[in-house]
């Protein structure tokens, strides 16, 4: 089966790479990699290349790395030349040309970090889990010109448990996204797919992340606010002030059998430091990090620090 379809893969970071490299595993004949430019990375700010590329680099296979797409003739002709049956777009980062979706017989095969339509946008995972979703998943769709807003052809779900943040939920939504699109793949070829619209009606959106969604707002419950720390992760986390500097949760559970705490005060109730949200809910903090030190379990924090019941973090609003 694979044999007889030529692919075009486009795509960037770690989650698109376990759907390229089983693409290779099982002979599909990836006759282009396209991926962003290698960006200036760490201290020393020297170039580095994208996960997708490394992979592709390992993988002997022919790389572009153009600055721009759209108007981009040598891109267009290589692209056109190769005659590509698909291209499969795996979290690329840029807006597809009409002339690049119009391309492929059997078109631009995108593979989306959820269950669309909701979740549309670029930070699908973190958002999931932020909005307190249990259940997610993976979707192929055919790209359009609109925003992760072309025809379904399949879906996977995938459980979000209580202890995932971000960073654990990924992989496991890669992996399974990367046997979606095999299974995509097949189901074009042999006709055995009905592209199916999106309901508008039910779309949300997943823009990407600012600072300010790491900023805790302590008019929220505890639980809203656990799911924010845990989707946020590793920026922009969650934060707040504390004796003018700032302050990262970097690990807590919800509290719900505790004494009211007051939103955005401390408290301590047998050995376990509170932090006080919006309608008397509460958050076990573990791990914090207070502006210019380094992260501490809780313990040492209050050993440190010595929080008073009457000091205010943040603003409360």
């Known amino acids: 089966m694979s044999q007889s379809l030529t692919l075009v893969f486009c795509g960037t970071p770690d989650f698109a790479v376990p759907t390229l490299e089983t693409l290779i595993r099982l002979g599909f004949p990836v006759r282009l990699v396209v991926t962003q430019p290698d960006k200036p990375s760490g201290r020393g700010l020297a170039l580095a290349s994208s996960p997708v590329k490394q992979s592709a680099l390992t993988l002997a296979l022919p790389i572009m790395q153009p600055e721009s ?22 979290g690329y980062g840029r807006i597809l040309p009409q002339w690049m979706i119009a391309l492929p017989r059997l078109g631009n095969i995108n593979l989306h970090a959820s269950l669309l339509p909701k979740y549309r946008g670029a930070a699908p ?20 010109a609109g925003l992760d807003t072309g025809d379904i052809l399949l879906q996977s779900e995938e459980r979000i448990n209580q202890e995932d943040t971000a960073p654990t939920l990924a992989p496991r939504l890669a992996q399974t996204g990367a046997e979606l699109m095999i299974a995509t793949l097949a189901g074009l070829k042999n006709g055995t797919i009905t592209p199916r619209p999106q309901d508008d009606t039910q779309a949300t959106l997943a823009p990407i992340l600012t600072r300010e969604d790491g900023l805790i707002n302590f008019s929220r419950t505890a639980v809203d606010t656990w799911n924010r720390l845990r989707g946020f ?20 559970v919800p509290a719900p059998e505790v004494a009211v705490v007051a939103p955005a ?23 914090l990090q207070l502006e210019g030190k380094q992260q501490m379990s809780a313990r040492d924090f209050v050993n440190g620090y010595r929080p008073r019941n009457e000091e205010a973090l943040g603003t409360t609003r």
């Open 125 to 144: 995972i973190q958002w999931a889990i932020a909005m307190g979703e249990t259940i997610t998943g993976v979707t192929t769709m055919r790209i359009n």
């Open 69 to 90: 797409i759209k108007n981009n003739d040598e891109f267009r002709a290589q692209l056109t030349a190769l005659r590509p049956d698909a291209i499969v777009v795996v």
């Open 233 to 252: 992760q590793p920026w922009p986390g969650a934060f707040t002030t504390f004796r003018g500097k700032t302050l990262h949760l970097h690990a807590a």
């Open 265 to 287: 005060h401390f408290a301590m109730e047998n050995g376990r430091l509170l932090l006080g949200f919006a309608h008397s809910t509460a958050l076990e903090v573990k791990e």
